[in-house]
């Protein structure tokens, strides 16, 4: 199947990063030669994507396991059922990220109502109402993650959004957004509705006094996008502080070069490719045993 333009755009984008592999390459010889890219895979058996789905998300939990992203109980990754999309998947309540398997994942309709999964079938309220609201605002949105990692829960006590300063950051411009109100832990349908009508049409939304939400088409580009804002903060923490003992400001990077590398670096299939060395890893690491 033919990857249609907006696809196509994006993996010109990332093809123009590749270095020539050989002088005669470099010279122009093989100009006209197409290079051989991996992409998401693609699925004509719904309950065969289902099954690839559960897998990349257990090993989506155990990423998150390593980088330290755990707070006790809280956090959660979901990813849209392919075959009912008006339910999606999500870790059950009270089990570490860096434990779960595919088997421990748990089905959600729009209701609440837990319909299939594992032994322990306990929903967090709160990734409920939050993760519902986006799925369905967000038709596009495939998979959302939110955790309490350190350096985002600290970026989000200053209540501004991420300043435009390194290469990475930019994956991000004009792509994310401040919520700027804190009613506590998520128990109610209304504030999760109210997060979701603040994230628009972006990627990521900095949750003042909470933590980093991020979305995307694919667990992958869901994940790569949580990893990096998760660095991006602690760069401007790091960065801003620094500025401050010196008296000065850190330089923000121009609109216009901005906006030409988000084109390289903030597309889908960017963060889909750049997910592709945490997901090689952490099977490697962990000899696939999330897929149990």
Known sequence: MA?????????????????????????????????SFPMPPKFEDKLQERDYLLGRLAAAFRIFGKLGYDEGV????????????????????GVAFSLIKKSDLIRVSEAGDII???????LNTAAFMIHSAIHQA?????????????????????????????????AFYEDHVLYEDFNGIVLQEEE??????????????LLQNHGLLTVGGSIEETVFWFVSLEKCCRVQLLADAA????????????????????????????????????????????????LQ
């Open 3 to 35: 990857p249609h333009k907006q696809e196509t755009e994006q993996l010109k984008a990332l093809s123009d990063g590749v270095q020539p592999t050989s002088k005669n390459a470099a010279m122009g010889g093989s100009k006209n030669k197409a290079i």
């Open 116 to 122: 299939e999964g594992g032994e322990v079938r306990l």
């Open 192 to 205: 999760g509705i109210n997060i979701a009508k603040a994230l628009g049409q972006k990627k990521a939304a």
């Open 74 to 93: 809280a956090g959660h990754i979901t990813v849209r059922d392919p075959v009912e999309p008006d339910t999606f998947w999500v870790n059950p309540f």
């Open 243 to 290: 500025a401050a003992g010196t008296g000065g400001a850190t330089k923000k990077i121009r609109h216009d070069e901005a906006k030409f590398t988000y084109k390289s670096v903030g597309t889908p299939l960017a963060g889909w490719f750049s997910a592709k060395p945490l997901f090689d890893v952490i099977a490697l690491e962990t000899k696939e045993d999330y």
């Open 138 to 170: 967000r038709p596009d949105v495939n998979a959302a993650a939110h955790s309490h990692s350190i350096y985002g829960r600290s970026f989000c006590t200053l209540g501004k959004e991420l300043d435009c300063i390194t290469q990475d950051s930019c």
